[in-house]
């Protein structure tokens, strides 16, 4: 069983930053891959990104390809979400995810991933 703590998340005016980071319990760490869902108020869960067990090879969603980076320390066993240039399409909750594996065939799919924490919101307006 692997617990998922996300923290990080609050409101930031358009073109802001903020860092999210995602604490994992456990300690094969690095035998999971990790994404990033969020979810607006009446919409559905939307990756974000992922990346592998390795941290060698990172995925994104097109909305935030450039502005958002994904990174983890194995050794802290946290993943990191860097959130730079938000717009107000990017309020939602945003969600941790892991999958017991240390590479996932569909990224962006919701079912490849068997842990999730509780979420953090991320408000972006002036």
């Known amino acids: 069983q692997v617990q998922l703590v996300e923290s990080g998340g609050g409101l930031v005016q358009p073109g802001g930053s903020l860092r999210l980071s995602c604490a994992a319990s456990?300690?094969?760490?690095?035998?999971?891959?990790m994404g990033w869902f969020r979810q607006a108020p009446g919409k559905e869960r939307d990756f974000v990104t992922a990346?592998?067990?390795?941290?060698?090879?990172?995925y994104y969603a097109a909305s935030v390809k450039g502005r958002f980076t994904i990174s983890r320390d194995n050794a802290k066993n946290t993943v990191y979400l860097q959130m730079n240039n938000l717009k107000p399409e990017d309020t939602a909750v945003y969600y941790c995810?892991?999958?017991?594996?240390?590479?996932?065939?569909?990224?962006?799919?919701?079912?490849?991933?068997?842990?999730w924490g509780q979420g953090t919101q991320v408000t972006v307006s002036s």
């Open positions: 456990g300690r094969t760490f690095s035998s999971y891959a």
């Open positions: 990346i592998t067990g390795s941290g060698g090879y990172a």
């Open positions: 995810a892991a999958a017991r594996r240390p590479v996932v065939v569909r990224a962006g799919a919701t079912d490849e991933y068997d842990y």
